[in-house]
């Protein structure tokens, strides 16, 4: 089935330092790649998103590059501050399958002062 | 504008009880999303439903769980004899009609915690 792997699971990183995540997908239709932010207790919080049709996209610190030859996609913050902290989630869906997201397995970010 | 409301926040229910939890989603918009958080890991999909209709729902246990999206009032997941294990977080997610891979906003969510 649908599947997306995510890593690593946790990552810690310097205030001021960059931070990767990447996340591979399973399905070949998938088209839509979207990255969310939680803090602790709270809702899932929409960063950045990327189409199939583009292979990266930035806003402001954030960027979120896709490869699908290789059915890869990665999310960079550069510059990280402590509010950066949070968990970090990749997704990817199909276009005829409307809001129906496959989430990877998150990565917890620390950003230490 | 207001969010995709969820209510309540945290629900208790003993073993052997029913759950409701309820979502409106955002104004102008007909298609809901629900997911379940298990503690420490990723968002799961549940059930997709416009009014009146469950699209898929290839992500809803088979038994004790249900849905819906009536044609007025907020969307209703039901877990019926809950279980320890359906401890959850649960969140709900909207997008307008015209929703093909349009970005989904979240609600708070309701904690279920099952004694």
């Known amino acids: 089935g649908e599947n997306v792997e995510q890593h690593p699971s946790t990552l810690s990183v310097q205030e001021g330092d960059s931070a990767v995540i990447k996340c591979t997908y399973s399905d070949s239709a998938s088209n839509y790649f979207p990255w969310y932010k939680q803090e602790l207790g709270k809702r899932p919080q929409l960063i950045i998103d990327i189409r199939s049709n583009v292979g990266e996209k930035k806003d402001q610190r954030i960027a979120v590059t896709l490869n699908k030859t290789a059915k890869h996609f990665s999310l960079h913050i550069t510059e990280t501050q402590p509010e950066d902290s949070a968990v970090y989630f990749c997704?990817?869906?199909?276009?005829?399958?409307?809001?129906?997201?496959?989430f990877g397995q998150g990565t917890e970010l620390s950003v230490k002062p | 504008n207001a969010g995709v409301m969820q209510n309540p926040r945290h629900l208790v229910r003993r073993r052997g009880q029913e759950a409701r939890l309820r979502c409106s989603p955002m104004?102008?918009?007909?298609?809901v999303y629900w997911y379940r958080q298990l503690p420490e890991e990723g968002l799961k999909f549940m059930v997709y439903?416009?009014?009146?209709?469950?699209?898929?729902e290839s992500g809803m246990p088979k038994e004790r769980f249900s849905a819906e999206f009536p044609k007025e009032g907020p969307s209703i997941l039901r877990i019926q004899q809950v279980v320890r294990g359906d401890s959850a977080a649960y969140f709900c997610a909207s997008s307008p009609q015209t929703g093909d891979n349009s970005p989904l906003h979240f609600g708070n969510g309701t904690r279920l915690t099952v004694t």
């Open positions: 997704a990817a869906s199909r276009s005829n399958q409307g809001g129906k997201l496959i």
């Open positions: 104004k102008g918009h007909s298609h």
């Open positions: 439903l416009q009014k009146e209709n469950i699209i898929d």
